[in-house]
C-alpha cells in the first residue's frame, strides 16, 4: 500500500527540506535554479518512500523548494556552497539529519508549510 500525502502532518516537510536541499545543492554545482532535477528528484524521493502525491501537490512543493532555496535560506543563516554540498546529503543521498545546514532548512520547511495552510 501506498502512502498518500493529503494532510500537513504528513511526510511533507521531509519532502520538501529534501528538495531545497537539493535545489540549493544543485545550484552550488551549476550556478543554475533546475527545475527539472527537482521535479526528478521528486519522483525518486516518492518511488524511495513508496509514496505518492497529486500532481499538483508535486508541482507547488517543487515551486515552494525553489523559493527557498533561491530567496530564504541565506536569510536564515544558511550558506549552501561547493564545499559543503556533500553534508546536507548521506550515502544513500537521505538528507543527512544531523547537518545544523538541515536542521535550519527543516524549521524553515515546517514554517512554510504552516503559513501555506493558514
Known sequence: MKLEFTDTTSARPELLCFLVAIAAGSYALT??????HVVEC????LRKQNATMH???RVLLGQLALKIARDDLLDAGVAVRLSSVSVLFTDDMDLNESSTMVQRM???CQEALQGATT
Open 106 to 108: 527543516m524549521v524553515l
Open 31 to 36: 550556478q543554475e535554479w533546475r527545475v527539472d
Open 55 to 57: 500532481w499538483l501537490d
Open 42 to 45: 521528486t519522483h525518486r524521493w
